[in-house]
């Protein structure tokens, strides 16, 4: 299989302390637009005339602000998949993808500075750092703000799940006590060849490791793969 | 069969020779006997039964498919540090994904169904009803599972299991025309009929169940194994499946050389014959206790596998040391498969037939299952420089051709009602 992957899919993504987004930091606003209600949406360009399917959307994860910015998305049209960059998409709405002109192709390749929402984030495994709890991502939250398109929050209830299995006309009801702020999302840890560059990461989760109690930290290494869960191990232990 | 009640030094010379099979055959073999489940020992039993050593070939067959699969999933375990549940979920559109777990929720409901047939049937060999030993066996393997302690049950039931280890004992004893067992090992002798076809996809499904698959990727990670230590893991998941076959091979060789040729097999009495060469009139006992020991170690870790794998996929709670409030879906899911596999074993029928049905819905979804496996081991995207080659690309999607094209045959001749 032809993968777009723009850097090695993650492994886990793991969480800071909880921070749910309640209800006031998370109003049901007109703003807010789901990731997977996007992934499969037609794409259009001026005169109106279909071109493709989104494929997935791109961000930036280290772009030094709380909330990631959208920086394009993955269309699928007839001749392949090919990247639209912001400034050529007039317009995404919660069931299509407007473009500002007709589609310049300009193929995929690897970005290590990029994050391919659909392809890395969406239905990996979060592990919690406080309460233990493991999810996986059901949805992605964007919302509109004056400086951009920023992706704020991850949805991780099993409801969401079980509407993505539905037909695309369902609603899609976002439910603020399930939704986790994107910030509180500490690292991604890369699996495989990309190991290495976890350690990072990895150095922040012990961190917040060791102001935890005992019970806490060892529902938490439960649910690490083994070889990370030896490092934490010992780093939790050392005076 | 042998005679077993020769008198002088026979004793003796029986002892040499077990201690001799068992020499060669070693501790690998006792674990694989201790591996095999009910639906497996009475379904391998209905081969030598119905078709003597026709099957054998096929067997072979099964265990080339079984060492390409089961090498896959160690594999994706070691490399990915997931479980299978976990990676489909994330590899697969979230439909394919769902449809993959109910998949795998069904084989294993199904399998948990032949577990409590063996407990029913065994205990009916030892002179206790089904009526009331199954309902027993549900409470006693729930109640250990969720309050008591596991492993010590675990420990109990797999000894008892090690009954089995009589099978490879007395299939040398019942002196077997080896001569017809050596051409039915090598050469293809299938049979044209229907219920030759069904008892192939009943061995598959037997053989490479899709249980098996989910639990040898998650045992890879729970033993944190890695892409440094997975070379020696391959040289035992590929010993593992063959000694675990070279086991099934001495049932099959063992029940034919007993009652082969006989038809399709009846009960569990019949298939305790088999082991008449080895322990004399204690066979049937001996076939109870070890139906008994396996039955129960597979009712307990077959539902808990498929609650973990589903649980994974999903992304909720999944331990067995988690109480029942914080993983109330991973409990749930277990009671729910044992409690469905206790009420169909206890429905009025034939127990060897209902085991041996299940084997066959289980060869039926392998096949299915298959696919997502070998997709995610020739992905790069999963695997890295560890996916697939093409030469095992190639031999993998043959088998899985192979056990796909014979699963589609049963269910053509199932709706054409010749099957």
């Not at chain 2, 070693?26 to 095999?36: E, M, R, S, V």
């Amino acid at each position: 299989m032809t993968s777009f992957a723009l850097r090695a899919p993650p492994d886990r993504l793991r969480r800071r302390p909880l921070r749910r987004l309640g209800r006031r930091r998370l109003p049901q606003a007109e703003g807010l637009l789901s990731v997977a209600g996007l992934i499969g949406a037609p794409v259009r360009d001026r005169s109106g005339r279909h071109v493709g399917h989104v494929v997935d959307l791109l961000i930036r994860p280290d772009d030094g602000e709380r909330y990631p910015a959208v920086t394009g998305a993955v269309v699928h049209t007839l001749h392949g998949r090919t990247v639209v960059a912001l400034e050529a998409i007039a317009e995404l709405l919660p069931d299509r993808l407007l473009l500002r002109e007709t589609l310049e192709r300009e193929p995929v390749h690897e970005r290590a500075d990029l994050v391919a929402l659909a392809h890395d984030v969406l239905d990996r495994q979060i592990v919690d750092v406080d309460g233990g709890d493991v999810r996986r991502v059901s949805d992605l939250v964007l919302a509109r703000r004056p400086d951009g398109l920023r992706l704020v929050g991850v949805d991780v209830s099993i409801r969401t799940m079980l509407r993505r299995l539905g037909p695309r006309s369902l609603p899609r009801k976002l439910v603020p006590d399930r939704i986790y702020d994107w910030s509180s999302i500490a690292a991604f840890s890369a699996r495989g060849e990309a190991e290495g560059s976890s350690v990072l990461h990895l150095t922040q989760a012990v961190a917040e490791l060791k102001n935890r109690g005992p019970a806490d930290v060892q529902t938490l290494l439960d649910d690490l793969p083994p070889h990370e869960r030896t490092r934490l191990e010992g780093a939790t232990t050392a005076p | 069969m042998s005679g077993i009640t020769a008198p002088g030094d026979r004793p003796r010379r029986r002892l040499k020779r077990v201690l001799a099979v068992l020499a060669v055959a070693g501790p690998g073999l006792i674990a694989a006997n201790a591996g095999n489940d009910a639906g497996g020992i009475l379904t391998y039993a209905s081969a030598g039964a119905q078709f003597a050593y026709r099957t054998l070939f096929l067997m072979v067959l099964v265990t080339v498919a079984l060492i390409v699969v089961q090498e896959m999933c160690a594999r994706l375990g070691a490399y990915t540090h997931k479980g299978l549940g976990g990676l489909i979920r994330e590899q697969f559109p979230l439909r394919a994904s769902v449809g993959a777990m109910l998949l795998l929720f069904v084989a294993n409901a199904g399998l948990t169904v032949s577990e409590f047939a063996g407990i029913g049937a065994a205990m009916e060999l030892l002179g206790v009803s089904r009526y009331i030993a199954v309902p027993v066996a549900l409470v006693l393997l729930w109640a250990v599972t969720i309050f008591g302690n596991y492993t010590r049950a675990e420990r109990v039931a797999m000894a008892l299991s090690l009954a089995f280890v009589a099978y490879p004992i007395a299939a040398i004893m019942a002196h077997p025309d080896w001569r017809t067992v050596a051409a039915d090992l090598v050469a293809p002798h299938f049979v044209r009929s229907a219920a030759f076809l069904v008892l192939a996809v009943a061995l598959i499904g037997t053989t490479i169940t899709p249980y098996m698959q989910f639990y040898a990727a998650s045992a890879v990670v729970d033993k944190g194994i890695g892409p440094k230590e997975y070379p020696a893991e391959r040289v035992d998941a590929v010993n593992g499946a063959i000694v675990s076959d070279v086991v099934s091979i001495f049932i099959i060789i063992a029940t034919a050389a007993a009652i082969g040729g006989t038809g399709p097999l009846q009960s569990a009495h019949q298939a305790a014959l088999a082991l008449e060469p080895a322990v004399g009139s204690a066979a049937p006992t001996l076939f109870g206790v070890g139906l008994l020991g396996a039955s129960l170690l597979a009712a307990a870790v077959v539902p808990l596998s498929s609650s973990y794998a589903i649980a994974e996929g999903l992304g909720v709670e999944r331990s067995v040391s988690d109480s029942f409030r914080r993983a109330p879906f991973f409990f749930g899911l277990f009671t729910l498969q044992l409690v469905v596999g206790a009420a169909v074993a206890l429905a009025p029928g034939n127990l060897v037939s209902l085991a041996v049905n299940m084997q066959v819905l289980n060869g039926l979804i392998t096949p299915v299952l298959l696919v997502f496996i070998l997709v995610l081991a020739n992905r790069r995207s999963v695997l890295g420089d560890a996916a697939n080659r093409p030469l095992f690309r190639a031999v993998a999607t043959l088998c899985v051709a192979g056990v796909g094209a014979l699963a589609l045959a049963v269910v053509v001749l199932t709706a054409l009602g010749k099957a």
